[in-house]
Structure formats: C-alpha cells, structure tokens
C-alpha cells in the first residue's frame, strides 16, 4: 500500500477504525548527495501529512504518533533548526 495515498489510507482506517496509528515509514541510510528527493518528500512529508490529516478525519480521538529518522541524533555538522537538546514545546 502507498502510505502517501490519502485516498487508499483512509479507506483501510475506515474499515479498521484503529484507536492508534503508529508512522516509522521513511527513507533512511541515504548519503548526503545521493538522496532521491522526489522519493524522500513522498514517504517523508507527504505520507506523514496524510496519515494525520487520515486520523483528524476518521476519528478525531485517534492517536497518532510519528518516529523520526535516527539520523536527527548525531549530525552535529549539519545546520539543523532541531538538535538532540532542543526542547519539545508541544
């Protein structure tokens, strides 16, 4: 199934109704300049944005949680807006 299709996402939580969605899909262990970005934006972005608008949708009350690439961890050299101190203001 493509995660990034809103349309065949929503019709499997339709027919499930999961209290819970969890999103660990991702494009991870790419070298720096060898990323296929059109491929990374799809299950990165596009299927992290549908699978919450998914939930928000079917049911208000679900829990979404998403899991980020462990990449965030240790990439010191990189100017990153989100580091492994940075605060959680939700």
Do not use: W
């Amino acid at each position: 199934m493509d995660i990034a299709d809103l349309n065949s996402v929503t019709a499997l939580c339709k027919k499930y109704s999961p209290r819970i969605v969890i999103h660990c899909a991702g494009i991870a262990h790419q070298k720096l300049g060898v990323v296929d970005l059109a491929a990374y934006m799809r299950v990165s972005s596009e299927a992290a944005e549908n699978l919450a608008r998914m939930a928000a949708e079917v049911n208000p009350r679900m829990r979404f949680i998403f899991l980020s690439s462990v990449s965030v961890y240790e990439e010191e050299d990189l100017n990153m807006p989100v580091g492994k101190n940075s605060l959680c203001l939700l």
